[in-house]
């Protein structure tokens, strides 16, 4: 019984682990991603007298419900804030310093209650945890001094579930009792195998489009990376849906959601099951395209915004009638041999993003990163390119 409740505990006390490490690693991504784009809007707007005003407006643009974000100086002197803030006995606070000036910014959030995602699961397991402890009680407490190997199996099995690496191979137990009670072992294990796939899609995968989150891909864009010096480099795309905002203005936001969802769909069918394609947030969509020659990118790129005009451009969404909308796009090569980090290559392809916003009047939405030159960059796509729209 004993063995049973630890197990139960430790799987509790695993759950509650996983969680605090999914929202510090979330929030510590999101404000180093808000950091970066700070940088770049502070390095864009240096010595304009509507620096301040410029970057309220960006916060506001970057807070989600619930967040809030504060630029400092060094001193700690607050240049700019968004959000609501948390109570203080609530609140989680992660900084980030800025790279071109003195200061740092600031998200502060709720911090997540103990399993409040996933009280349900909790549950479950400890149900079928609590059956399964008395039936390994039931059983130990007849045969304890005769059977131990059987108790003892019984044991490694009931660890191996929590683990999740169960396998009902071992030899035919000796007891009645235990042989009856394995298939129950083997059926929790299969409960928590499920749900600890369902928990790991969950936290890669994003809500509104079902596409890979920003988590992913951040780590399949590193493992690109690794890769690239001992196969064909990945490719990476930046796609922007020109006219997101005007949407969600004109005619709210549940018709930007099913826009957002029909633009998942349209790269879903258009992409290899062997690609990644991520939403990284708002109307922001990018791809890592594995194994293309580097001529035929731009076809392919430019056969799929031909795609998305043909299928996806003029929609009809819900009540909102015919929406009109359209794609942009910028790549990079995912190559140890041209970037020194993932995040350069990155940067490339954003640039080259923003160019092709900057030429889609003259009916180029496509453009590739360009070469690299010292002591030269161009603004980034997302924070000067949506000034443009």
């Not at 139960?8 to 991603?33: I, N, P």
């Not at 506001?60 to 974000?69: D, I, K, M, V, Y």
């Not at 030899?171 to 235990?178: G, K, L, M, Y």
């Not at 809500?207 to 864009?221: A, E, K």
Request: proline letters at 4%; one cysteine or more.
């Amino acid at each position: 019984m004993a063995l049973a409740s630890a197990g139960a505990y430790l799987l509790v006390l695993d759950a509650q682990r996983t969680e605090t490490a999914r929202f510090e690693a979330a929030a510590g991504s999101r404000v180093r991603s808000a950091g970066r784009v700070v940088d770049r809007e502070l390095q864009a707007t240096r010595g304009s007298q509507s620096r301040d005003a410029e970057l309220q407006r960006l916060l506001e643009a970057l807070t989600a419900p619930g967040e809030r974000l504060v630029v400092a100086a060094g001193d700690g002197r607050t240049i700019a804030a968004a959000g609501d803030p948390a109570s203080a006995d609530t609140k989680a606070r992660f900084t980030h310093p800025l790279t071109g000036a003195e200061g740092f910014v600031a998200l502060e959030l709720p911090r997540p209650q103990p399993l409040a995602r996933h009280g349900w699961l909790a549950a479950m397991h400890l149900a079928v945890l609590g059956m399964a402890a008395l039936l390994v009680y039931l059983a130990a407490r007849r045969v304890a001094t005769l059977f131990t190997g059987d108790v003892g199996r019984i044991r490694r099995a009931l660890v191996d579930a929590r683990n999740g690496v169960f396998c009902a191979c071992e030899a035919a137990p000796v007891i009645r009792e235990t042989t009856d009670l394995l298939p129950d072992i083997a059926s929790l294990a299969a409960a928590l195998q499920e749900s600890r796939g369902a928990l790991t899609a969950e936290s890669i995968t994003d809500p509104l489009t079902g596409l890979y989150n920003r988590r992913y891909f951040d780590i399949m864009l590193t493992h690109a990376f690794e890769q690239s010096s001992r196969r064909p480099a990945t490719y990476l795309v930046m796609l922007d849906l020109v006219g997101f905002r005007a949407v969600n203005k004109r005619h709210g936001r549940h018709t930007g959601d099913l826009l957002l969802e029909e633009v998942a769909r349209f790269l879903r069918e258009h992409v290899r099951r062997s690609d990644t394609a991520a939403r990284l947030g708002d109307d922001r969509f990018a791809l890592l395209l594995n194994n293309v020659l580097p001529d035929a990118m731009v076809p392919w790129l430019a056969e799929l915004l031909e795609g998305f005009d043909a299928g996806v451009r003029r929609a009809e969404l819900g009540d909102a009638g015919r929406i009109d909308s359209a794609l942009a796009a910028g790549f990079a090569p995912v190559d140890v041999a041209v970037y020194a980090t993932p995040d350069d290559a990155v940067r490339a392809a954003d640039q080259a993003l923003y160019r092709a916003l900057q030429a889609k009047s003259r009916g180029s939405r496509l453009q590739p990163a360009a070469p690299r030159a010292q002591g030269h960059e161009e603004p980034a796509a997302s924070s000067r390119a949506r000034a443009t729209r």
